[in-house]
């Protein structure tokens, strides 16, 4: 092949690699909208990675949740601890977010649909500069639940390296009635794939 031959095919394949890249940074900007903050999954885990994007731990080999506790969106105190005998649904949402947008109706709807079994979802709001974008995206979407407000992600930190730690924005998690993490996914979530992560947790005794 000539030496002009090959430097015309150079623009190509580097518009190519450009294409590719692109894609792909725009399938990641689809799927979560960044990091949550944390150091992420690293060190010895004893979880299982689902290829259904859900990973979840045996009862007997949980890790306690941290402490997550501080104001909420409204100003008022909220220790997730309390709810400790419920099956706690935790979600890290953001109102700039698209993803998170796209699954709060359904968070909603299990929400009300599981209150009376013993589910408490809490969310953490992340990211948003004030409480405002935060209350009104709540209000127009008519959740139900209460949100501690994150806004460095200082909560999301707490979480220990090589657990079901949350790592994208948005994250869910589900904490067991003895107040120790089940189960993770970090995509958002139709109803089914929440009914997924739940209802075995749900069923525990």
Same mark, same amino acid.
């Given at each position: 092949?000539? %030496?002009?031959?090959? /430097?015309?095919?150079?623009? *190509?394949?580097?518009?190519?690699?450009?294409?590719?890249? #692109?894609? /792909?940074?725009?399938?990641?900007? $689809?799927? /979560?909208?960044?990091?949550? @903050?944390?150091?992420?999954?690293? +060190?010895?885990? *004893?979880?299982?990675?689902?290829?259904?994007?859900?990973?979840?731990?045996?009862? #007997?080999?949980?890790?306690?949740?941290?402490?997550?506790?501080?104001?909420?969106?409204? #100003? !008022?105190?909220?220790?997730?601890?309390?709810?400790? +005998? !419920?099956?706690?649904?935790? *979600?890290?949402?953001?109102?700039?977010?698209?993803?998170?947008?796209?699954?709060?109706? *359904?968070?909603?709807?299990?929400?009300? %649909?599981?209150? &009376?079994?013993?589910?408490?979802?809490? +969310?953490?709001?992340?990211?948003?500069?004030?409480?405002?974008? %935060?209350?009104?995206?709540?209000? /127009?979407?008519?959740?139900?639940?209460?949100?501690?407000?994150?806004?460095?992600?200082?909560?999301?930190?707490?979480?220990?390296? @090589?657990?079901?730690?949350?790592?994208?924005?948005?994250?869910?998690?589900?904490?067991?009635?003895?107040?120790?993490?089940?189960?993770?996914?970090?995509? &958002?979530?139709?109803?089914?794939?929440?009914?997924?992560?739940?209802?075995?947790? $749900?069923?525990?005794?």
């Amino acid at each position: 092949m000539s %030496a002009a031959r090959r /430097a015309d095919q150079r623009p *190509n394949r580097t518009r190519a690699a450009l294409f590719s890249t #692109g894609a /792909a940074i725009a399938a990641l900007v $689809l799927s /979560a909208c960044g990091s949550g @903050g944390t150091s992420g999954g690293a +060190g010895n885990s *004893n979880f299982v990675a689902g290829k259904d994007g859900i990973s979840t731990v045996a009862k #007997g080999s949980r890790d306690t949740a941290p402490d997550l506790s501080g104001k909420t969106i409204d #100003g !008022k105190s909220l220790d997730v601890a309390d709810y400790k +005998g !419920k099956v706690v649904v935790l *979600n890290v949402w953001g109102s700039w977010c698209p993803p998170c947008r796209a699954e709060t109706p *359904n968070l909603v709807k299990v929400a009300k %649909a599981t209150a &009376a079994q013993g589910v408490q979802f809490v +969310g953490i709001n992340t990211r948003d500069p004030s409480t405002s974008p %935060a209350k009104a995206f709540e209000k /127009a979407q008519g959740v139900p639940y209460p949100s501690l407000y994150d806004p460095t992600g200082k909560l999301m930190l707490r979480f220990k390296k @090589g657990t079901l730690n949350p790592q994208t924005i948005p994250s869910t998690i589900i904490i067991d009635r003895d107040g120790k993490i089940a189960a993770r996914t970090l995509q &958002a979530l139709s109803e089914d794939k929440l009914h997924e992560m739940l209802d075995p947790v $749900l069923a525990e005794k």
